[in-house]
């Protein structure tokens, strides 16, 4: 990581004042590594110094400072705690593509059984997919090659209460 446990608590710090205007004083409580950058916790000061619940401010999603660049992010604590936070990041700000579960499977299936079982494979568990859009994913994989991403968006089941998105507060630090 190009961006130190110091600076990252820095940068926090800064914003953690910027922040402030007239409400209560605000504290780092914690920074952990992650394979994305550093992930911050904060809270009022005095929650810090006291841990009494009347201290406790609702609502301070974790930070996280890029290890690469410095930017800042707000992660909503629910997906935090309850998603891929960290494949979701790199899918939007560092344009990995989001892993295709159907892949391998339908490989193996192509390479077992060839072209149309494979397609059929695919239809099954991704009902969205047309055939010839199924066709396409299958020729892709014939060719060796990754299929489409506008394909493989159609393979993955809608969410019925898909996380909160991260946001990025602030540019790149450094």
């Not at 996280?64 to 936070?85: C, Q």
Request: hydrophobic fraction near 40%.
């Amino acid at each position: 990581m190009k961006i130190s446990k110091a600076r990252a608590i820095d940068l926090i710090a800064s914003r953690l004042a910027e922040d402030r205007g007239e409400g209560p004083e605000l504290a780092i409580l914690g920074v952990s590594e992650t394979p994305v950058g550093w992930l911050v916790g904060w809270n009022s000061a005095r929650y810090k110094l006291n841990h009494a619940l009347e201290d406790f401010l609702v609502g301070c999603c974790p930070y996280l400072v890029d290890g690469d660049d410095g930017s800042i992010y707000v992660i909503p604590g629910e997906t935090l705690r309850t998603s891929e936070w960290q494949t979701m990041f790199l899918a939007q700000y560092k344009g990995v593509p989001l892993p295709d579960v159907l892949l391998e499977t339908t490989r193996l299936q192509f390479r077992k059984s060839g072209r149309i079982p494979a397609m059929r494979h695919l239809r099954r568990n991704a009902p969205m997919l047309g055939l010839s859009q199924a066709d396409q994913y299958v020729h892709a994989i014939q060719r060796g090659a990754r299929p489409p991403e506008e394909l493989v968006l159609l393979t993955r089941v809608p969410e019925k209460c898909p996380p909160l998105p991260i946001r990025r507060l602030t540019g790149p630090a450094v």
